[in-house]
Each structure stands twice: as C-alpha cells, then as structure tokens.
C-alpha cells in the first residue's frame, strides 16, 4: 500500500469522526479509565466512517465515552488537543501549484492546484465537465485559476475517479472530493473552513448543485455553470420533479446558477425545473438568500460572458453559517450522518427534516412526516444554553426535556480538525 493511500485511509477515519453514534443515554457500568478511554478512542479512529459494517462497533464505542464528563474547560481542552493532533497526521495536498495525484505509487487521483497558494483565505474546489469516459481536470483548472487567485482562494481541480454520467457523485469521487477539501484545511493554515465554494461547469455545474446540496452544511457558496440536478419524468414526458436531497438542503447555502437557452447539450429545461423547486421551498421555509438564476440566450453550452469570475462575484461574500437558526435536511447518503447540529446514526434517505431553533425557551423544534427516531440533536452554548434543560418538540409535541451533560463521547463523534463549526460537546436524542 502507498504512503497516500495509507494516508488517505487513516484520513478518511480521522476527518470524518462523526459519523456514527447511538442515541445519547447512560451508560452501562463505571466510566472507562483514562487508559480505557484512550484505547476505546484509539480503536474509534481506526474504523470506517462510512462502512456501515464498523458503525455498531462505533455506537458501542460512543456509549462507553458518553459516561466520561466533559464538565471542566480544562478536560475539554485535553482531549481536544489529543483529537486535534491526531488529526493533522493525516494527509496533506502539495502545496505547489499544477498537477499532482493523490496516490502518487498508482498515478491515480489527479488533481491541480491553483489560485492563491501563498496565503489563501478561502478554498475552491472546481469540477470539470464531462460524461461516460470522458472529463479533464485541466480545462476547470483553466476556467477557475484565475478568477479563484484574484479573490484570494487557493483552488484544488480534482479529476472524477471514473468518467461516469454523473461523474462528481459516483464511483466513491464523492467521499475523495471531500477528503481533499478536509487535506486542503491541513495544508494551508489560513484557510477559513467558513469560506469554502464548489463550482463546475457541465457535469460539473451537476456537481456543484447535487455534491454541494449533499453537503451544504459544509460549503458557504455555490457556482453551477451549464449543469443542473438529473431531473424525474413523468408518463408524458414532461419534469415532475428534481433528484431528491438537492434543493431542501440548500436553505441556507449561497448557489448561483447560469444557463443558455440554447445550450445543445444541457438543455434549460432541468434548471428551469430545479430553480421551480427552489422557489416552492423558499415559499414554505423561508431561505435561499442570495439565490440567483442567471438565464441567457447565444452562448450554447459555453461558460457565461466573464467567465467565471462573474459568477464567483456573487459567492466572494458568503459565509457559512455552521450553526443556522433555521435547517432543512434530506437525506441522500447512508454515510452523510451529521448534518449541521443534526445527528442521524441510520438517516433516512429521502425524509424531510425541518428544525429551528428557539433560543428564548431553549428549545429545538422539528417537523417531519417521517419517523425521526435514533436522531439527536447536536449542542453546545452557540446552539442553546447548556446550564438550562433543553426542550425538544417534534411536530408540536414536547418529546423531551432535560439538562444536556458534555461528554467525550459527542467531541469525539463531532471531531472535525480544523472545520470546529461542527464541532459540538453534547447531544440529546429527538425521541428518548
């Protein structure tokens, strides 16, 4: 096995620390000793976070951590630091600009590095079009580099893994994408884990509204060009709906897109559909600040007059908000468990999640017409006041109320590195 491949394993277990938990409870038996807890968080770290294989060891794992408190700052910071050093022991991008490859023995995982390399404030990630065996990372790398430097933004330009129809979300491209935007935040220290923008163009304007939906609570802005979410037919041929976990997710996650009227290969019709289905959801959550359709006619399947730059003109701003007053989840990806400050160990793809927070009664209140149980509710004192029982209603009906208590257990699940938005030290379950 490779130096990065090894890297790349040890990294996907370590970034993605939260991404398997059992619904907050007491523990069974005495707290682990400091030796024991060392051990259970070292064997944590060791599993998949997205084998669900390794996720009923995991929840076994976080009970046994739920019994040690984290009610002084000091043990806090300790096993923050602990977490936060193994962290940065995964690995890492070049930092030179041009191309690289990920596993370097295999000559696989290409990508170029660009933009701002010096001392970047935000992070790129740019994706190429393409289709079924085809797609080259240098023509993004070609459209975006310049326009990401002059904003300040180091850009990575990352490859699909396999050339697919839809490329950005098969073939496990999807998890790569992600780890190389947490090896971006290893890399270069100055980047803000708030100002991190997906864009793409063709295919790639595909996976800046359906990558980048999956994982809203991740990015601050988005930048679709010529690429829309696959729409759902109906029996006379007509759009009936878009792909489910795109549009609720994007809420609160700044998303431009530009389209031709007569673009040949990526007819209007599907961003005409999905930009229909934003407005419906903007209509009954409220949201979507900042959302722009950018509808032109001449340019075929070409990028927009200005290139992408005038695109990028509408995201520069953004900021990611990591703990929103106000969410909207839909499920998508069996391993996509942690969204925002809401914890789901086994989500249910396709069910829709609002959640709001009342911070005047110290209250999280959620609707759904789906079953939420096994889903908790990630806290700490951004979210709601900890010296204070917290109140949880789901769907008008108070199904909890009760102190949240720190626990090694919730810092480990929420361990992010760098990106300690999502980082949180309590949770509570929806349902008891």
Request: hydrophobic share 40%; charged share 30%; aromatic share 8%.
């Amino acid at each position: 096995m490779s130096a990065r491949r090894f890297g790349w394993v040890v990294a996907a277990v370590l970034v993605a620390g939260g991404r398997g938990a059992a619904a907050q409870a007491p523990a069974d038996g005495p707290p682990p000793s400091k030796r024991e807890q060392e051990k259970l968080v070292e064997e944590y770290l060791a599993l998949d976070p997205r084998e669900a294989a390794d996720l009923a060891r995991r929840l076994e794992i976080l009970r046994r951590l739920d019994a040690v408190s984290l009610d002084q700052k000091r043990r806090v910071k300790s096993w923050t630091r602990f977490l936060d050093r193994r962290w940065a022991k995964g690995p890492r991008l070049e930092a030179k600009r041009g191309r690289h490859f990920w596993w370097e023995d295999e000559e696989r995982g290409l990508y170029y590095v660009g933009g701002e390399t010096k001392r970047p404030k935000g992070l790129l990630v740019g994706m190429h079009g393409g289709g079924v065996g085809m797609g080259d990372a240098s023509t993004s790398f070609q459209a975006m580099d310049a326009a990401a430097r002059a904003r300040g933004w180091v850009a990575v330009f990352p490859e699909v893994l396999e050339k697919t129809e839809r490329g950005w979300t098969d073939s496990g491209t999807e998890e790569w994408a992600l780890d190389l935007v947490d090896a971006a935040l290893r890399t270069w220290d100055d980047v803000d884990p708030d100002r991190v923008y997906f864009a793409g163009h063709s295919m790639g304007g595909y996976g800046a509204w359906v990558l980048g939906a999956h994982h809203a609570d991740r990015v601050a802005g988005l930048a679709a060009s010529a690429g829309a979410p696959t729409p759902v037919y109906g029996p006379d041929g007509t759009i009936v709906e878009i792909q489910s976990g795109v549009v609720p997710n994007l809420r609160n996650t700044r998303l431009v897109v530009y389209q031709s009227a007569d673009d040949p290969r990526v007819p209007p019709d599907a961003n005409r559909a999905a930009v229909a289905e934003v407005e419906k959801a903007r209509a009954r959550w409220g949201g979507f600040d900042g959302f722009a359709y950018l509808e032109v006619d001449g340019r075929g399947h070409d990028y927009p007059e200005g290139g992408f730059a005038a695109l990028f003109d509408r995201i520069a701003d953004a900021r990611r908000d990591p703990v929103p007053d106000h969410l909207v989840w839909q499920p998508s990806l069996p391993w996509k468990r942690q969204f925002a400050w809401l914890w789901w160990p086994r989500p249910k793809l396709g069910a829709v999640v609002e959640a709001e927070l009342d911070r005047e009664a110290n209250a999280v209140r959620l609707r759904s017409d789906a079953d939420l149980s096994g889903m908790e509710v990630l806290l700490d004192d951004r979210v709601l006041d900890l010296d204070r029982p917290v109140v949880v209603t789901v769907n008008g009906e108070e199904t909890l109320r009760r102190e949240a208590v720190p626990t090694l257990g919730t810092l480990l699940l929420t361990h992010h590195g760098r990106d300690t938005g999502r980082r949180f030290l309590a949770r509570l379950p929806v349902r008891p």
